[in-house]
Nanobody, 112 residues
Framework: VQLVESGGGSVQVGGSLRLSCVAS????????MAWFRQIPDKEREGVAG???????SYADSVKGRFTVSQDKPKNMLYLQLSDLAIEDTAMYYC????????RGQGTQVTVS
């Protein structure tokens, strides 16, 4: 399985970004997918998840600000980040269930 994240960047507090994750064929919509974030020397944090049926879940820290979505024909997973806060600064990864192993390089989000 290949997962490649992109879309990160440096934004000011209150700004927005859209992260993208391109996946191998027949991954999106077939497995539970999730976005995680991690900062150095800290445990990774689950941010948002989306099931194969499209149902979603979010960490309390991002509810109402982040939106996860998927495009099955394009094999794409997205994470819309809005009203960003300094605490959202991290490397963001997409991952496939059930193991949710990080397979890509991640994409850095920096909020200042």
């Amino acid at each position: 399985v290949q997962l490649v994240e992109s879309g990160g960047g440096s934004v000011q507090v209150g700004g927005s970004l859209r992260l993208s994750c391109v996946a191998s064929v027949d991954t999106i919509g077939r497995y539970c997918m999730a976005w995680f974030r991690q900062i150095p020397d800290k445990e990774r944090e689950g941010v948002a998840g989306i099931e194969s049926d499209g149902s979603t879940s979010y960490a309390d820290s991002v509810k109402g600000r982040f939106t996860v979505s998927q495009d099955k024909p394009k094999n794409m997973l997205y994470l819309q980040l809005s009203d960003l806060a300094i605490e959202d600064t991290a490397m963001y990864y997409c991952a496939k269930g059930p193991d949710f192993t990080f397979r890509g390089q991640g994409t850095q989000v920096t909020v200042s």
